[in-house]
């Protein structure tokens, strides 16, 4: 069993007199700027100047430098932009200002693992990721919880890494619900994988070819928009707050039988082996490649598939019914 760390494991004066940089302000970096300057840490901004988060985060009262400067006024700097921006921001504006016994704090071990950002060794490198997106962080955060979070310890030059890594994640709210320590290799990894074969990429197309299926049967897309796309947050609703047996127990016994006994030849065999390979693919570091080369060629995969998304009559009916239901407004 892996160990779960709670306020009562947290030695916050690790983080006294210090002053923590947070690198970006947008889902994230607000939701985890404003829990770390609740809880009454000493916070900078970096930002770019001019921008919509620069002019945000001097809204909130937050102390907003250029981000070299907000680096060398820092003792801790937490990296809060995508991974994709992370590389260059990091060679260019962070790096030169990196000073032995510094701290730097990853959400996501992609850049670190897959070695697009190779820091110093006389810094602390750390990964302190709440478990889900900006608005909850900050929602149970003033719930007076928080949202467990992961930490890991890729490089302990000061012998506190742990402890700053446990401190910020107090700092967040995430050591009242739970905090476990893993690696930045696995962390990467097995987000990675979810994302692609269940969280994004396996509920989709999930859900894109069980709508299709229905309407090429003869049935109302909007019937078939509800019975796929519409009662999945029903079913994952009951699912999160009992877990697959109580969402099993919830639903008709026609269902459960319907949906155990068929379920398996749908998602079969096949598919399972086709989860492995992509499992595979991220471990081998193939798909952090593609998606690096993606990016810095202005994203024309990427761009043509939200397009068909966009485009996809599971996205125009399911606007209108959402629009109608009150749970989407037109914009």
């Given at each position: 069993?892996?160990?779960?760390?709670?306020?009562?494991?947290?030695?916050?004066?690790?983080?006294?007199?210090?002053?923590?940089?947070?690198?970006?302000?947008?889902?994230?970096?607000?939701?985890?700027?404003?829990?770390?300057?609740?809880?009454?840490?000493?916070?900078?901004?970096?930002?770019?100047?001019?921008?919509?988060?620069?002019?945000?985060?001097?809204?909130?009262?937050?102390?907003?430098?250029?981000?070299?400067?907000?680096?060398?006024?820092?003792?801790?700097?937490?990296?809060?932009?995508?991974?994709?921006?992370?590389?260059?921001?990091?060679?260019?504006?962070?790096?030169?200002?990196?000073?032995?016994?510094?701290?730097?704090?990853?959400?996501?071990g992609f850049n670190i693992h897959f070695k697009t950002i190779?820091?110093?060794?006389?810094?602390?490198?750390?990964?302190?990721?709440?478990?889900?997106?900006?608005?909850?962080?900050?929602?149970?955060?003033?719930?007076?919880?928080?949202?467990?979070?992961?930490?890991?310890?890729?490089?302990?030059?000061?012998?506190?890494?742990?402890?700053?890594?446990?401190?910020?994640?107090?700092?967040?709210?995430?050591?009242?619900?739970?905090?476990?320590?893993?690696?930045?290799?696995?962390?990467?990894?097995?987000?990675?994988?979810?994302?692609?074969?269940?969280?994004?990429?396996?509920?989709?197309?999930?859900?894109?070819?069980?709508?299709?299926?229905?309407?090429?049967?003869?049935?109302?897309?909007?019937?078939?928009?509800?019975?796929?796309?519409?009662?999945?947050?029903?079913?994952?609703?009951?699912?999160?707050?009992?877990?697959?047996?109580?969402?099993?127990?919830?639903?008709?016994?026609?269902?459960?039988?319907?949906?155990?006994?068929?379920?398996?030849?749908?998602?079969?065999?096949?598919?399972?082996?086709?989860?492995?390979?992509?499992?595979?693919?991220?471990?081998?570091?193939?798909?952090?490649?593609?998606?690096?080369?993606?990016?810095?060629?202005?994203?024309?995969?990427?761009?043509?598939?939200?397009?068909?998304?966009?485009?996809?009559?599971?996205?125009?009916?399911?606007?209108?019914?959402?629009?109608?239901?009150?749970?989407?407004?037109?914009?």
């Open positions: 069993m892996m160990k779960i760390y709670y306020d009562k494991d947290v030695n916050s004066s690790v983080l006294d007199g210090k002053t923590i940089a947070v690198i970006g302000y947008g889902s994230q970096g607000y939701a985890q700027a404003n829990c770390i300057k609740d809880s009454g840490l000493n916070i900078v901004m970096g930002l770019r100047m001019g921008g919509k988060s620069w002019e945000r985060a001097n809204r909130d009262r937050f102390p907003v430098f250029p981000i070299p400067d907000a680096v060398k006024k820092s003792d801790v700097v937490m990296m809060l932009v995508p991974d994709t921006v992370q590389p260059s921001l990091y060679k260019d504006q962070i790096s030169p200002y990196l000073k032995p016994g510094k701290t730097l704090v990853f959400a996501h190779v820091p110093p060794t006389n810094v602390d490198i750390i990964m302190v990721a709440p478990k889900a997106p900006g608005p909850s962080l900050r929602e149970l955060y003033l719930n007076q919880f928080g949202v467990p979070a992961l930490i890991a310890i890729h490089q302990d030059y000061t012998g506190k890494a742990k402890q700053t890594a446990l401190s910020i994640a107090k700092a967040l709210g995430s050591t009242k619900a739970g905090v476990i320590e893993t690696t930045f290799k696995d962390e990467t990894e097995s987000d990675l994988i979810g994302e692609q074969i269940v969280l994004v990429g396996g509920i989709i197309e999930l859900l894109k070819k069980g709508f299709e299926v229905l309407v090429e049967l003869g049935y109302p897309p909007e019937l078939a928009y509800f019975e796929t796309c519409n009662e999945i947050k029903l079913i994952v609703d009951q699912i999160y707050h009992a877990g697959v047996i109580g969402m099993l127990r919830a639903v008709s016994d026609t269902a459960k039988y319907g949906g155990m006994t068929i379920g398996p030849k749908v998602i079969d065999a096949r598919v399972k082996n086709n989860m492995k390979n992509v499992a595979k693919n991220v471990q081998s570091g193939e798909f952090a490649k593609k998606w690096l080369k993606e990016d810095a060629n202005g994203r024309p995969i990427f761009n043509v598939l939200m397009k068909q998304w966009q485009e996809h009559q599971l996205e125009t009916v399911g606007k209108s019914i959402r629009s109608m239901s009150g749970i989407e407004k037109e914009k």
